[in-house]
């Protein structure tokens, strides 16, 4: 059986800075996937850096070693959903916490 994942952010961003202990973890999968979201927010992140150029070049290299794993219109609605949802619970916080309104 071919075993199969798909990581996230932090671990994308864990085995561009190399952290060991990543790779014995991964080296069980047989296919790793990287959402595109994923790639999304690494690009993001880089085009954001002080060495934007550097980093940009060096995560497409980064993004194109995987197999990229395409959304939808379901993943999509439902980070849409999870987001407004998170935004909501930040937004009541802020009232009920600090009476602060300016800063959502």
Known sequence: MVK?????????????????NIYSVLSKFD???LPITVCGELLFGAKNS????????????FIESF???????????????????LKEKV????????GLLQYV
């Open 50 to 61: 002080r060495l934007s150029i550097k980093n940009t070049k060096r995560y497409i290299e």
């Open 31 to 33: 296919i790793i996937y």
């Open 67 to 85: 197999e990229l794993l395409d959304s939808n219109l379901v993943v999509a609605q439902n980070y849409a959903s999870i987001r407004f949802e």
């Open 91 to 98: 937004t009541q916080f802020l009232k009920t916490t600090f």
């Open 4 to 20: 199969r994942v798909a990581i996230d952010t932090n671990i994308a961003i864990a085995l561009l800075n190399n952290q060991p």
